[in-house]
């Protein structure tokens, strides 16, 4: 498996942006296509974004406030949030889609949006 460790979290106000990097130990194409999960406090773990090994994005209920992108050359997968809301507040991680037992989870990265 691909080690995965997510960075670039942190506590902003309602409609700032942060752009979130995971980090893989190997070639992500071993793994892609690759998504972003979020998970908030009390609530399931949810996919926001994914893309593909030929370039193809997919957003859910974020279309035009994020952005998935990948780096090969950096083994990175990046995703750009802009227009931040309270309710993005969650641990944000990454991970193939869809999820399997055999590819494990990073820690994470929390992001905080607060009023």
């Known amino acids: 498996q691909v080690q995965l460790v997510e960075s670039g979290g942190g506590l902003v106000q309602p409609g700032g942006s942060l752009r979130l990097s995971c980090a893989a130990s190997?070639?992500?194409?071993?793994?892609?296509?690759m998504g972003w999960y979020r998970q908030a406090p009390g609530k399931q773990r949810e996919l926001v974004a994914s893309?593909?090994?030929?370039?193809?994005t997919s957003y859910y209920s974020v279309k035009g406030r994020f952005t998935i992108s990948t780096d090969y050359a950096k083994n990175t997968v990046y995703l750009q949030m802009n227009s931040l809301k309270p309710e993005d507040t969650a641990v944000y991680y990454c991970?193939?889609?869809?999820?399997?037992?055999?590819?494990?989870w990073g820690q994470g990265t929390q992001v905080t949006v607060s009023s």
């Open positions: 991970n193939t889609v869809p999820a399997v037992e055999s590819q494990s």
């Open positions: 190997g070639s992500i194409d071993s793994i892609i296509p």
């Open positions: 893309i593909t090994n030929s370039g193809r």
